[in-house]
Antibody, heavy 120, light 110 residues
Framework: EVQLVQSGAEVKKPGESLKISCKGSGYSFTSYWIAWVRQMPGKGLEYMGI????????RYSPSFQGQVTISAGKSLSTAYLQWSSLKASDTAMYFC?????????????WGQGTLVTVSS | QSVLTQPPSVSAAPGQKVTISCSGS????????VSWYQQLPGTAPKLLIY???KRPSGIPDRFSGSKSGTSATLGITGLQTGDEADYYCGTWDNSLSALVFGTGTKVTVL
């Protein structure tokens, strides 16, 4: 069974750094792309970027380029999303998702989400 | 920023039918497959329809999808209280090289 299990909720202050994780299991982690999707409170879904764990090829959506860093650790079957300096506007639920290939038009597998709250 | 436009809300009585539209452009819906997702409160989205009109295993045939030109439609028949949720369309955008989602539609069962 394919599973994406994300790290727990975080409460941070503006300016702090953060790295959240997404562990894949039940499939060959290095053979499928992992993307991150943001959902701000009461808002819709936004595609942030995607990584191919097999060779760490990363692509960012224009709106998120330079704002976050996506990475992956093959040995741990885990993908990461990190911020160097959080802002209050980063408060959101973040989902990791598995995509069959770059350019696929649908997402079949979703993580449970990680809630990030940034507040002074 | 959502590049796909959906109505904010639709509603109908139990047992009735609702349709949700999703409007895009030639860089997304016009040249790619469309998918649909159901998001119940406090949960991750769930894939309902992929490649315009295919249902994943376990999705009842009350849910259907179609696409024409740069627009797509999700239909839900035999509406149930458990269908109350937010629904999103999605597709790949060739200009952005990213998956894009619709603005979302809240379905209310009266």
């Amino acid at each position: 069974e394919v599973q994406l299990v994300q790290s727990g909720a975080e409460v941070k202050k503006p300016g702090e750094s953060l790295k959240i994780s997404c562990k894949g299991s039940g499939y060959s982690f290095t053979s499928y792309w992992i993307a991150w999707v943001r959902q701000m409170p009461g808002k819709g879904l936004e595609y942030m970027g995607i990584i191919y764990p097999g060779d760490s090829d990363v692509r960012y959506s224009p709106s998120f380029q330079g704002q976050v860093t996506i990475s992956a650790g093959k040995s741990l079957s885990t993908a990461y999303l990190q911020w160097s300096s959080l802002k209050a506007s980063d408060t959101a639920m973040y989902f990791c998702v598995r995509q069959n290939y770059f350019g696929t038009s649908y997402i079949e597998y979703w993580g449970q989400g990680t809630l990030v709250t940034v507040s002074s | 920023q959502s590049v796909l436009t959906q109505p904010p809300s639709v509603s109908a009585a139990p047992g009735q039918k609702v349709t949700i539209s999703c409007s895009g452009s030639s860089s997304n819906i016009g040249n790619n497959y469309v998918s649909w997702y159901q998001q119940l409160p406090g949960t991750a989205p769930k894939l309902l329809i992929y490649e315009n009109n295919k249902r994943p295993s376990g999705i009842p045939d009350r849910f259907s999808g179609s696409k024409s030109g740069t627009s797509a439609t999700l239909g839900i028949t035999g509406l149930q209280t458990g269908d109350e949720a937010d629904y999103y369309c999605g597709t790949w955008d060739n200009s952005l090289s990213a998956l894009v989602f619709g603005t979302g539609t809240k379905v209310t069962v009266l």
